[in-house]
């Protein structure tokens, strides 16, 4: 992924595109580029979501290029970037940034937007805003927004430094405890802050410190941090994947979502080989073509299953009920307990998910995976088969073996 640092440095430095339809079109060529083409088989919000929500983590570049524009809200936020650079983003401005960033000030002030990086930016910001925010937020300078000509120094009291909590409503501080800390409010600032105080109270004030403050003290990895926020937001509707129903439905039982965690977080991790993890996820994602599926797209193609030639070739089918397979999973079923010396149920929520807890011997529970993905490696391999590969292929035992089993 040597792209993604590149398309950063370009958001970054020129965070200005304002027509989704580039967004579209570079999404297109991603698609083309990842499916070879053909028809996607995985949605693409499962692309883009985190993989410790289930998702393969493909980078949503509209996003990163909305998360680039934010870091350079967090520095009209904090007014911690050398003042000399904010002073020349917004020389020609009337109001501070935090006039433009909370109290609307642009609406009025056409000028902002003339400055097409500015707008671009805010255009962003105004995306986010109020799902950063639903009250007054208390980084909020109300002097700053005011009087930033005038005063022009950097040390604005926030909301935060001139309110005190009682019972659960905030009160502004009396004009002496707040120039104890800013010696340069006089009483005309402090009316001014008052002002401000009556006005946003109506809103009401934010109770603790949300995401975007969190953000305002980071220093290192910001784009990421707000990327991952946002990305949340994305795919926050797409939380149960249907491939998780559909598999709930399967197993005749629900699947708790802390289960199927427990394979993207931990059990996925067990290895670093790219194609068993492939094999999980593509189970997972019921990725496979299906007798089924098949003969929808092509009429003169049969639906039935392709080992027993009677059924319809669903998904299920053609993994666990199938009586063709059910021969292979018997035969791993009693291999893997005499290779483990353990007792288990011949269940597919553990030999097709792996969601198998054997109490406190983790090494018995990773090489359980590894058997199992083998297992159904295999089984892949002769997907189209009309027979059951051969379990000699996957492992190889004595003739000893063979005659104790019978
Ligand atoms: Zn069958």
């Given at each position: ?48 979501d ?21 870091t ?32 609307d ?16 930016l805010?255009?962003i ?140 977080n ?62 292979y999973?018997?035969e ?43 297992a ?31």
């Amino acid at each position: 992924m040597s792209i993604l640092p590149k398309m950063i440095f370009l958001f970054l430095n020129i965070p200005i595109i304002r027509s989704i339809q580039r967004f579209k079109n570079w999404n297109k060529d991603l698609s083309k580029f990842i499916w070879g083409g053909k028809k996607p088989r995985i949605k693409r919000t499962h692309l883009i979501d985190e993989k410790k929500r289930g998702g393969l983590g493909l980078p949503n570049l509209q996003l990163y290029h909305d998360a680039c524009g934010l870091t350079w809200i967090k520095d009209w936020a904090t007014l911690k970037k050398t003042l000399k650079i904010l002073t020349l983003e917004g020389a020609d401005l009337r109001s501070g940034w935090h006039a433009y960033l909370w109290y609307d000030k642009k609406s009025i002030e056409k000028n902002f937007g003339n400055h097409f990086i500015r707008s671009s930016l805010m255009k962003i910001w105004d995306k986010y805003k109020r799902r950063f925010h639903l009250k007054t937020p208390l980084w909020i300078s109300p002097l700053e927004a005011c009087e930033r000509k005038e005063l022009g120094r950097d040390n604005w009291p926030r909301y935060k430094d001139i309110l005190i909590r009682t019972n659960n409503n905030y009160q502004i501080k009396s004009q002496e405890d707040v120039s104890k800390h800013f010696t340069n409010i006089g009483w005309f600032q402090y009316i001014q802050l008052k002002e401000y105080y009556t006005k946003d109270k109506k809103l009401g004030f934010e109770d603790q410190e949300g995401y975007w403050e969190m953000i305002m003290k980071l220093e290192k990895k910001v784009i990421s941090k707000i990327y991952k926020k946002l990305l949340e937001w994305e795919t926050e509707t797409d939380l149960i994947k249907e491939c998780m129903s559909k598999w709930a439905k399967n197993l005749g039982k629900s699947i708790q979502l802390a289960e199927w965690e427990k394979c993207w977080n931990t059990r996925l991790k067990h290895t670093y080989a790219m194609d068993l993890k492939e094999n999980w996820i593509k189970i997972f994602y019921r990725w496979y073509w299906t007798p089924q599926k098949m003969a929808k797209f092509n009429k003169n193609a049969s639906n039935k299953c392709w080992k027993c030639g009677v059924e319809v070739g669903t998904f299920y089918h053609c993994w666990w009920t199938c009586k063709k397979v059910k021969v292979y999973w018997k035969e791993v079923h009693w291999r893997i307990q005499k290779m483990l010396q353990i007792r288990i149920d011949l269940n597919p929520k553990y030999f097709l998910l792996g969601m198998l807890d054997i109490d406190k011997d983790r090494n018995k529970e990773v090489l359980f995976n590894y058997l199992t993905t083998a297992a159904r490696m295999n089984l892949a391999k002769f997907w189209k088969d009309k027979e059951i590969p051969e379990i000699r292929v996957y492992a190889p035992t004595t003739e000893a073996e063979e005659e104790t089993k019978s």
